[in-house]
Structure formats: structure tokens, C-alpha cells
T-cell receptor, first 115, second 115 residues
Framework: DADVTQTPRNRITKTGKRIMLECSQT?????MYWYRQDPGLGLRLIYYSFDVKDINKGEISDGYSVSRQAQAKFSLSLESAIPNQTALYFC??????????????FGEGSRLTVL | AQSVAQPEDQVNVAEGNPLTVKCTYS??????LFWYVQYPNRGLQFLLKYITGDNLVKGSYGFEAEFNKSQTSFHLKKPSALVSDSALYFC?????????????FGTGTRLTIIP
């Protein structure tokens, strides 16, 4: 089983619909992240969380919200999806015990298409 | 501000030849540098990182990278390319300033190894 699991892997929805992408991890890491990948733009940070009570905005948080339900679960919501939110979304975790030197561990990605 | 540039969108190399994927960076403090690889329909996988010390860093799958502070570069290299190395490669940087959570990714370089 994957250490970082994302569901759904693929989703097609319509403009205006509410969408939730879920992420769970078995690595025991405190820090969790949501990134968005667009062709030619690399990965951009949407939100990140240090623990259940600590949520922070990334560089492109507008139109998104998150919930850290437990140390192992971090979900991303699009309250009213729009076509330019069509992208590949990645959840990632990091071990806070190694400070800023630690690498990210990524899930397999959730491909979202908004029509 | 921190930034990463991967000047080549696409690199083609014949199997068995050495390969180089280029990366340059900009940070205000000291850099923590990372390389990740993404295979089709998969998440990003960590390859290697430079934190401090020896400028030549060795990582997974026979890859290595050389940190060059004067040229602000962190190029990824492999002495002999395999067809299985074909993938999308991302360079990333984090400024070492305490508390900095932001990992900035380059736009990616697609490496194709030609049999």
C-alpha cells in the first residue's frame, strides 16, 4: 500500500459543483501539503498544515479550502469549481523532525477536470 | 524571494550516453536543493538533495548532482542513460531561513532516452 494515498485519482465535474479531494498518510508525518501541477508551470503550493490546529495558505489558495481532520488526513475542497481549476493535484507529507532539510513524499495525484 | 529555472523543457539523450539536466536557483540565504522525478501517471519521487557539505551529491537510480555556489546551479547528471530514465524531472529549492516552509519547483524538464 502507498504511504500517501489520494482519492479520487480522477474526477470530472461541472462548473459550480463542490469537490473534495482526500489524502491520507501512514508515514506518521506532521506536515502535510496540497500542490497543484499545471503543464509548463511546475508545482504550486495551495495550502499546508503543521498539525490538526495549524493550517496555512500557500501561494495560490484562492478558491480552495482545506481541512485537517487528523494527523493522517488532509482534504482539499473546491467550494464552487471553475474550469481553470482543471489540474493535477498532489498531496505531500514531510517529516518535521528533520527541519527544513527534509524532502517531500508525494501521493499519486488526483486529476480533476472541470467542464 | 526564491526561484528555480530549468532552461530546457526537453532533453533527448541516446541510451548509454551521459545525461545532464540543468537547474539554476536564486535564494537570499543558503539553498536547500532537491531533485524529483515523475513517471507517467505517478506522483513525484525524491531523487537526491543538497543541504551542506560535499558539492557532489549521489542519489537514487545512479543519479548525482553537483552544487555550484558561484554559478548558482544544481545540475542533475548520470554517467550512462537508461531507457527507463525517461521521465519528467523537477528541481526545487528552499531557502534555509528558519521557518521557511516554501519549496519552489522549477517548471520541469522532460528527459527522453532514445534506444
Amino acid at each position: 500500500d502507498a504511504d500517501v494515498t489520494q482519492t479520487p485519482r480522477n474526477r470530472i465535474t461541472k462548473t459550480g459543483k463542490r469537490i473534495m479531494l482526500e489524502c491520507s498518510q501512514t508515514k506518521g508525518h506532521d506536515r502535510m501539503y496540497w500542490y497543484r501541477q499545471d503543464p509548463g508551470l511546475g508545482l504550486r503550493l495551495i495550502y499546508y498544515s503543521f498539525d490538526v490546529k495549524d493550517i496555512n495558505k500557500g501561494e495560490i489558495s484562492d478558491g480552495y479550502s482545506v481541512s485537517r481532520q487528523a494527523q493522517a488526513k488532509f482534504s482539499l475542497s473546491l467550494e464552487s469549481a471553475i474550469p481553470n481549476q482543471t489540474a493535477l493535484y498532489f498531496c505531500a507529507t514531510r517529516d518535521a523532525r528533520v527541519g527544513n532539510t527534509g524532502e517531500l513524499f508525494f501521493g499519486e495525484g488526483s486529476r480533476l477536470t472541470v467542464l | 524571494a526564491q526561484s528555480v529555472a530549468q532552461p530546457e523543457d526537453q532533453v533527448n539523450v541516446a541510451e548509454g550516453n551521459p545525461l545532464t539536466v540543468k537547474c539554476t536557483y536564486s535564494v537570499s540565504g543558503n539553498p536547500y536543493l532537491f531533485w524529483y522525478v515523475q513517471y507517467p501517471n505517478r506522483g513525484l519521487q525524491f531523487l537526491l538533495k543538497y543541504i551542506t557539505g560535499d558539492n557532489l551529491v549521489k542519489g537514487s537510480y545512479g543519479f548525482e548532482a553537483e552544487f555550484n555556489k558561484s554559478q548558482t546551479s544544481f545540475h542533475l547528471k548520470k554517467p550512462s542513460a537508461l531507457v527507463s530514465d525517461s521521465a519528467l524531472y523537477f528541481c526545487a529549492v528552499r531557502d534555509s531561513n528558519f521557518g521557511n516552509e516554501k519549496l519552489t519547483f522549477g517548471t520541469g524538464t522532460r528527459l527522453t532516452i532514445i534506444p
